[in-house]
């Protein structure tokens, strides 16, 4: 039987103490759980059904593990999505893509752009009935920069000079400069943590006590499952809002989506690449529906200029750029549901893509040139990658490798497993390393984190040994720029430079598309730019707690 990862008997106690004393009561307890696997969502109708006043289940493909959904033990963006039900941030975005109050009511920036003022919400509890206050607020900036580590990396903390307490409900956020994308990476994606709970506790990513999931959030925490990649969240009846719309949550693991939506198994599936009509068109009628957004997901070959090997020479870059097929690529792996990389790096869907950059075309005969130019002497090159990962690398690998092989350019495949490629990705063990991530469509000051050298940016899609002044300077500068033209050209001009110098190349970026039965829950979108600091799921809470679009009135 596999082990699962239950809500102790502590909370139980802990929820009879509370209510004694007229507190709301925590998340529920194990006598009071559901099973792990509860029934069915209802099977799919011909005819449209009556609008409902709520959705009491929704339950969907789980996905795998993405760690415990604490504000510091969840992985990537879906296992930030889970977190995001438990915790909330001050600002947030709906379908429209703007930023919107959560936690904080409104806000004002000071004139020279370096102090941003919050307004809290009035009577926002945390889960086990302690009222939210500015205490808790100046406290998570705090902790975050204390455990930068263990911060969501999108979260740039590193940009603030001090948070103050103005009063119980507001707090004042002093920058260390003007800086552009204040709102999205930071105000939208940092949790705001309970300080009477995480003020004892000295390594946050190890901490999975009851406690470590009490948030302001719409939902509680059920159960979760490592091994079975299974999470379910229960509404809030407490949450400042009101009631959630969707009552409740399930994420369990599915072998077959369509199958399984076809079925009545789970509500929803969404796709990111791999997708064809074959596919999609079972569910191009009633009471089927199917929404689909551009790429912000992409997959990357990356290159560790820290290691003595020949990507030092941006000459041996530029000739594995034309080795690669990119066509090949997004006809094979995505089924031409997608896009081509762009050396520039941000993708087409993003606001800010300069489509003027340098660009490979495949071109092998160039390629070879420019090995014999560098003086390449055979020298094998390690290439990591991950036979098991969820965009089809052992594809990617051998469209690559029959180009390298073709131009003479030597390779020693190095295979592991998803979390062992993250790692390595993230510590700088690695020559040449495939990997993949989303967020692609958020604010391009994500340049100036993955690639400046002075960047002290951790995590996966950190560049490694990458120097250029020109760059450094421009991604330093437009941060603080108030003139959206002038930012533009320097944005264009750093995207250029990545291109000349690539020390990534980006493959492919990934279509997005959900499919969906409207008769259980009518109301998905892509969040234009993501949510989180740019998470590019389908699954905003904002959709399953509200119920529409936009806006913060809840659908009855």
């Given amino acids: 039987m596999s082990r699962k990862t239950w809500l102790p008997s502590l909370l139980l106690i802990l929820s009879l103490a509370l209510a004694a004393c007229g507190a709301p009561t925590p998340a529920p307890s194990p006598t009071a759980a559901p099973p792990a696997q509860p029934s069915p969502t209802s099977a799919p109708s011909s005819s ?7 959705v009491e289940v929704l339950r969907l493909p ?57 307004n809290l919400r009035e009577g926002v509890r945390w889960q086990d009935g302690q009222p939210l206050t500015a205490d808790d607020v100046v406290f998570t900036f705090e902790y975050g920069k204390t455990h930068a580590a263990a911060t969501w990396f999108m979260v740039q903390l590193g940009e603030v000079e001090a948070v103050e307490k103005v009063n119980d409900r507001q707090v004042a956020i002093r920058l ?17 943590i309970p300080k009477h709970i995480w003020e004892k506790v000295e390594d946050p990513k190890a901490y999975v006590e009851p406690d470590a999931f009490i948030g302001t959030g719409a939902y509680r925490l059920v159960q979760f499952s490592k091994e079975e990649g299974t999470y379910l969240f229960e509404a809030n009846p407490d949450f400042f809002l009101g009631e959630p719309y969707v009552r409740r949550l399930e994420f369990v693991p599915i072998s077959d989506e369509p199958m399984a939506l076809m079925n009545g198994d789970i509500a929803a599936f969404d796709k990111f690449g791999g997708v064809n009509e074959e596919m999609l068109a079972p569910f191009r009628k009633a009471p089927f529906q199917i929404k689909q957004a551009p790429g912000e997901w992409g997959m990357f070959l990356y290159f560790n200029l820290e290691k003595d090997t020949p990507l030092k020479d941006v000459r041996v870059r530029r000739a594995i750029a034309h080795a690669i097929d990119r066509q090949a690529l997004l006809d094979r792996v995505l089924l031409g549901f997608g896009d081509r990389g762009h050396p520039g790096f941000l993708p087409p869907a993003n606001p800010w893509h300069n489509p003027n950059v340098p660009d490979y075309p495949y071109d092998l005969e160039k390629a070879k040139a420019l090995l014999a130019e560098a003086g390449y002497d ?16 052992p594809r990617v690998v051998e469209i690559l490798k029959t180009g390298f092989d073709a131009i003479g350019l030597k390779v020693e495949l190095v295979t592991m497993d998803q979390a062992t490629i993250d790692a390595a990705a993230t510590e700088g063990n690695y020559e040449m390393l495939i990997t993949g991530f989303g967020g692609l469509g958020g604010d391009p000051d994500q340049l100036r984190r993955m690639f400046a050298s002075f960047s002290k940016m951790k995590g996966f899609s950190r560049a490694r040994g990458y120097q250029n002044p020109e760059f450094d300077q421009l991604a330093d500068a437009q941060v603080t720029m108030v003139d959206p033209a002038k930012r533009r050209e320097a944005i264009n001009r750093t995207q250029a430079i990545l291109a000349e110098d690539l020390p990534v190349i980006p493959l492919y970026y990934t279509a997005r598309v959900v499919v969906y039965n409207a008769d259980i829950f009518d109301n998905w979108y892509y969040t234009p730019g993501g949510f989180g600091g740019g998470v590019p799921m389908p699954y905003n809470k904002h959709q399953f707690i509200v119920g529409l679009p936009e806006g913060l009135e809840i659908r009855r």
Avoid: C
């Fill in 378 to 393: 055979g020298r094998p090159i390690q290439l990591a990658y991950s036979p098991d990962w969820i965009m089809a690398s």
């Fill in 48 to 54: 449209p059904t009556p609008t409902p006043a709520h």
């Fill in 176 to 192: 260390k400069r003007p800086f552009a994308p204040f709102l999205q990476t930071v105000a939208e994606a940092l949790f705001i």
């Fill in 62 to 118: 789980g996905g795998g593990y993405w760690g415990h959904p604490s504000p510091f033990g969840f992985n990537r963006g879906p296992g930030y999505m889970r977190a995001s039900l438990l915790f909330d941030t001050l600002a947030w975005r709906d379908a429209s893509g703007q930023t919107i109050p959560w936690l904080a009511t409104d806000w004002t920036v000071s004139d020279d752009g370096k102090t941003w003022t919050f």
